[in-house]
């Protein structure tokens, strides 16, 4: 089973990953992987590290010529801002002459963090807590996407809303998914229509007022979150299991979104719209086309009982506004705990259009997990001949 570990600080010499559990033989690239660090970067709202950093990853083990070798996967990602924190984040010494930061962002880990490790500088805190690390996280996912996509499975997104704006009218989105849905790429090729906004919001009209929405927050030194739609196509029916509840994969799948730093939210289909409506008007009839079990909606967003029912997944993610406020609110300085304001860190203004991108990755694990599960093997020749047996 495939699994993966990262490491480093936000202002360190580099972000380290590990992956294993990779069948051998899986055509990979450095290239592959740089594209997916990229649309990571993108975006309207986000902030000057991403002026300073250009994300290219290192392979450093567990491949030979271009394939994976079933042994451990090593990837780094240099931070190009080291060079202006080798003082303050050096490895050894003991720190004197160094300013401790005591002042913690509300909403941030700074707090609960300086009272848990007992830390009486919050940097050692801010530098592991920051979205900094996904950068990594996109790297080691992109791997199992890799995975899935030698198989079909195609993982895309796009944002829904930006602030208090919205997509209400579907229409041109469903007609896009429908356009593609012969293919199980489908999903990818809404992903890059996607990439064309800045906001990647698939309606240009609302596209334009999420923009306002953006501008306006930062002129007023605020910050704005929203809500983006994450899809998988070319699932086959009974990846997951019903018969326990750590095997139920949207349980996985949501345990994964809700870890990406700052959302709050997630729903399965149309979760909470469901809640308030009658069972007919929710669940997804069956019928049959030529010979074949079909349905006409996907209310249920691709699960049911916990298993894929070979349907579209459909994930929704709520993020909240970022933690760091040019306008800051009240906070305590813990040294001397007088109120104080809460200090300023260099932050974006929105970044939910880079939550998308990280929410597509890291769903990739765990339905190459539950792909892994079903048809087994430890190389891909292996893994390829069970799957054509029983697609």
Not at 101 to 113: E, N, Q, S
Not at 201 to 207: A, C, F, G
Request: aromatic share 6%.
């Amino acid at each position: 089973m495939i699994r993966y570990l990262t490491a480093g600080e936000s202002h360190g010499q580099a972000l380290v990953g590990i992956v294993e559990g990779v069948p051998a033989g899986l055509s990979l690239s450095t290239e592959y992987i740089n594209h997916q660090l990229w649309r990571r970067q993108q975006g309207y709202g986000r902030g000057g590290r991403m002026k300073i950093e250009t994300d290219r990853v290192e392979i450093l083990s567990g491949l030979r010529f271009g394939k994976t070798l079933g042994s451990p996967i090593t990837l780094m990602i240099r931070n190009k801002d080291w060079q202006n924190w080798t003082t303050n984040m050096a490895v050894e010494g003991n720190g004197s002459g160094i300013g401790k930061i005591t002042i913690p962002r509300p909403g941030h880990a700074d707090y609960v963090a300086s009272k848990k490790y007992g830390f009486d500088d919050i940097r050692n805190a801010i530098e592991r807590a920051s979205a900094r690390e996904t950068a990594m996280r996109v790297a080691c996912c992109t791997i199992p996407r890799k995975f899935l996509e030698d198989f079909g499975i195609f993982i895309g997104s796009h944002v829904l809303g930006i602030g208090t704006v919205s997509i209400t009218n579907r229409n041109n989105i469903d007609k896009l998914i429908k356009k593609y849905l012969h293919a199980s790429c489908a999903a990818y090729k809404v992903t890059e229509e996607a990439d064309k906004s800045q906001v990647r919001i698939l309606d240009r009209h609302v596209e334009a007022k999420a923009l306002a929405v953006i501008k306006k927050a930062k002129k007023l030194g605020d910050t704005v979150g929203g809500v983006f739609e994450v899809m998988v196509t070319g699932v086959p029916i009974g990846l997951g299991s019903y018969v326990h509840f750590d095997r139920k994969l949207d349980g996985q799948l949501a345990q994964v979104i809700m870890s990406i730093h700052a959302v709050k939210g997630v729903e399965i289909g149309n979760g909470f719209a469901n809640a308030a409506r009658y069972g007919s008007e929710v669940h997804d009839a069956f019928g049959v086309k030529n010979g074949t079990v079909v349905r006409k909606t996907n209310g249920a967003g691709g699960l049911e009982g916990g298993v894929t029912n070979g349907e579209t997944i459909v994930l929704h993610a709520a993020m909240k506004p970022i933690s760091t406020l040019a306008n800051p609110l009240k906070s305590v300085d813990l040294k001397t705990m007088r109120v104080v304001e809460a200090r300023y860190e260099r932050s974006d203004v929105c970044a939910v259009p880079a939550c998308s991108v990280i929410g597509e990755a890291v769903v990739a694990p765990v339905l190459a997990n539950a792909f892994l599960e079903k048809f087994g093997g430890d190389s891909m020749k292996e893994i390829q001949g069970r799957h054509r047996k029983n697609p």
